[in-house]
């Protein structure tokens, strides 16, 4: 009777270790996924659609996916190791190597955040009063400086003919 038990244990046993090794051999082979999301850096943090993001290992492999409406990305199936992700588009500061690391049967969420380039239509959006304002003071201290320098030029000339 205890041969059989211990028979039996030994049954139970190997089964547990076949069933923990297989799950983990599928898990090896299913990768991680690395997901996020694409906003803007002002304080409404506007979600940012047609972000090209490129997601690099260290082997120089490419994952590339694209932001959708809301600014949403993922990537499935990326096999384990580090990576740097990378998100490029136009009108936009591109942001370089933000690194992650990708565990199988991970899910990988990375936020992420672009500075939107100006332009000189922003730049005169943003500061076009003020720099209108600069703009004509200067012009008005350089012709001031000009006609003082004219006016004491020729008063030292008048002074010299005396």
């Known amino acids: 009777m205890s041969r059989l038990?211990?028979?039996?244990?030994?049954?139970?046993?190997?089964?547990?270790?076949?069933?923990?090794?297989?799950?983990?051999?599928?898990?090896?082979?299913?990768?991680?996924?690395?997901?996020?999301?694409?906003?803007?850096?002002?304080?409404?943090?506007?979600?940012?659609?047609?972000?090209?993001?490129?997601?690099?290992?260290?082997?120089?492999?490419?994952y590339t996916t694209t932001t959708d409406a809301n600014g949403d990305y993922e990537h499935t199936d990326i096999p384990a190791g580090r990576y740097l992700v990378s998100i490029y588009k136009e009108g936009y500061s591109d942001r370089l190597g933000k690194p992650v690391t990708v565990v199988n049967g991970g899910d990988h969420f990375v936020l992420l955040k672009m500075t939107k380039k100006d332009n000189i239509a922003d730049f005169f959006r943003k500061f076009g009063v003020v720099f209108w304002l600069l703009f004509f003071c200067g012009i008005t201290a350089l012709v001031t400086f000009l006609f003082t320098k004219r006016w004491m030029a020729e008063k030292v000339t008048n002074n010299r003919r005396r």
């Open 5 to 62: 038990i211990r028979a039996l244990m030994c049954i139970i046993c190997a089964g547990i270790s076949v069933s923990l090794a297989f799950p983990q051999d599928a898990l090896a082979n299913q990768g991680g996924i690395v997901r996020g999301r694409i906003t803007d850096t002002t304080e409404m943090q506007h979600r940012i659609e047609g972000v090209r993001v490129v997601i690099l290992a260290v082997d120089s492999t490419e």
